[in-house]
């Protein structure tokens, strides 16, 4: 087979999403705004052949990878687990102290949740999330007092959560206790204290997989709507 064929050949729903990973970085880095990394996105899921593929990141980083060189060994997928995310320390036996004073404090992102962290609201607010965190280890605590003010902790799906925590005139949000984890989750207690505050835990998907569900959505709606237009193009030659 030529070069010359290559842009010709069918592209795969696996060389889209990795023309679809192209855009989502260059997204992330500025590179493209959301209306142009929705039009390309919509051209990516409709492209058939490399040669479709191949001028959707043209001007872009890692450009070369839009028109993968065609390989029939099968290469097995990668994917995080929760064993990449629990990183014991040895040196992370003290605990941490995360505190608000009329003021308000986050932990969210890329970060390393310690084996215990104690947190305090006094007249403010803070936030602790874990969706995209690092754990110490396979069980944390979070100590929270909330004094007329307000502790939110959010947690992906599979972590388990345990409240322990004491309200009064206040209280501690107990709607995610009790959901089993998945297999090696890490656990996440949450005690302390709140008065004339309340701590509360919320279970969200991570950032990146709400981003890829809307896609999968958009990819299905395309999806769609190319096979009915082949439809109705086989229809026409019918007629």
């Known amino acids: 087979m030529t070069d010359d064929a290559v842009p010709d050949l069918r592209a795969s729903d696996a060389d889209r999403e990795r023309v679809a990973d192209i855009l989502r970085e260059a997204l992330a ?9 929705g039009e390309r996105l919509d051209a990516t899921y409709k492209a058939r052949t490399y040669g479709e ?3 959707i990141t043209r001007d872009l980083p890692n450009a070369g990878a839009a028109a993968p060189v065609v390989s029939l060994n099968k290469e097995p997928a990668t994917s995080g687990t929760w064993a990449d995310r629990i990183v014991r320390r040895e040196d992370d036996g003290g605990a941490q102290w995360a505190v608000a004073v009329m003021s308000g404090f986050q932990r969210k ?4 949740m310690p084996r215990r962290l ?7 607010g803070g936030e602790i999330d874990l969706r995209e965190a690092d754990f110490a280890d396979r069980e944390v605590v979070i100590n929270a ?3 007329m003010g307000g502790v939110d902790v ?3 799906p599979g972590v388990e959560v345990v409240v322990r925590g004491m309200g009064v005139m206040g209280g501690f949000d107990h709607r995610e206790a009790g959901v089993p984890g998945a297999p090696g989750a890490p656990r996440v207690i949450v005690t302390g204290f709140a008065f004339w505050g309340g701590v509360g835990v919320q279970r969200k998907l991570p950032r990146a997989e709400k981003q890829r569900l809307r896609e999968e959505r ?7 709507d ?8 086989y229809r026409k030659e019918l007629e």
């Open 226 to 233: 190319r096979h009915r237009e082949e439809r109705d193009r």
């Open 218 to 224: 958009r990819r299905q709606r395309l999806e769609r």
């Open 53 to 55: 593929l191949e001028p």
């Open 29 to 37: 880095e500025g590179r493209l705004d959301m209306e142009e990394f």
């Open 118 to 124: 104690n947190c305090v609201a006094f007249w403010g």
């Open 145 to 147: 007092v909330a004094i």
């Open 154 to 156: 959010i947690v992906p």
């Open 109 to 112: 992102g890329r970060w390393t």
